[in-house]
């Protein structure tokens, strides 16, 4: 399993304002749209869903072309998970892209999920509260091979905490936010990886103005088909 996050220097996704916070720039973003072209499935939360409205399609017609080529969907499955089911079926995540959309829902409110999204997308009982190895089990036996996690803080930690990560590609933007109530990239938690467990570095990329760094967060590293 792949997570992808871009930051300021200070860590953080967004910096509190209405206004979307550009963090990265054309070539990394094309760099990403490569990264989507080779997984199975994009997973987002639902407040990534609700308030950034991402389509998570690969942008690049010679990739869609490259993975219809191979018998696949143009663009990878998309993937969100949601604890009260509160997501507007006329989002950009449902209607856009002929992919699937699997939404994983807390028990209490799967009924009412199932009969607001039930006709845009897969809605899947994931348990109270959801677990993630049951939720990765149940991409597996949906054929997700390789399974990109893009957000937003609440994911990155939940799966880093669980272990689940395999590896990391983090983007850090040459600025700060310096607002100590806007979005980090992970919030508070028991991380595998501290000062006297350190993550793998495997690479470190300057993309123009931005840098990109590449940990191993497991064993599983580099096996393209794991989650």
Same mark, same amino acid.
């Given at each position: ?47 990534t ?15 869609r072309a ?21 997501? =507007?079926?006329?989002?950009? @995540? @449902?209607?856009?892209? =002929? ?12 009924e ?5 999204l ?15 190895? =049951? ?71 300057q ?16 096996a393209?088909?794991?989650?």
């Open positions: 399993m792949l997570l992808s996050c871009a930051m300021s220097i200070d860590g953080y996704i967004h910096d509190g304002t209405e206004t979307r916070l550009m963090l990265s720039n054309d070539a990394d973003l094309d760099r990403v749209d490569a990264e989507r072209a080779g997984c199975d499935a994009i997973l987002v939360g639902a407040h869903v609700r308030q950034d409205n991402p389509r998570l399609l690969v942008r690049s017609p010679d990739r490259a993975r219809t080529a191979r018998g696949l969907p143009p663009s990878p499955a998309k993937v969100t998970l949601t604890a009260h089911g509160d997501l =507007d079926p006329e989002a950009a @995540f @449902f209607t856009a892209g =002929d992919v699937d959309k699997i939404v994983y829902c807390a028990s209490p409110a799967a009412e999920a199932c009969a607001r039930g006709r845009v997308a897969t809605v899947v009982d994931a348990g109270n509260p959801i677990d993630l190895l =049951d939720l990765l089990a149940d991409l597996a036996g949906r054929g997700i091979r390789r399974l990109m996690v893009e957000g937003g803080g609440s994911m990155h930690t939940q799966f880093l905490t669980a272990g689940l990560a395999d590896e990391a590609q983090l983007v850090v933007a040459p600025f700060f936010v310096g607002n100590s109530k806007a979005p980090r990239f992970v919030g508070d938690g028991d991380f595998p990886w501290n000062a006297g467990c350190r993550a793998t570095l495997v690479g470190v990329q993309i123009e103005e931005v840098v990109l760094l590449r940990y191993a967060l497991s064993d599983r590293y580099g393209r088909g794991g989650l």
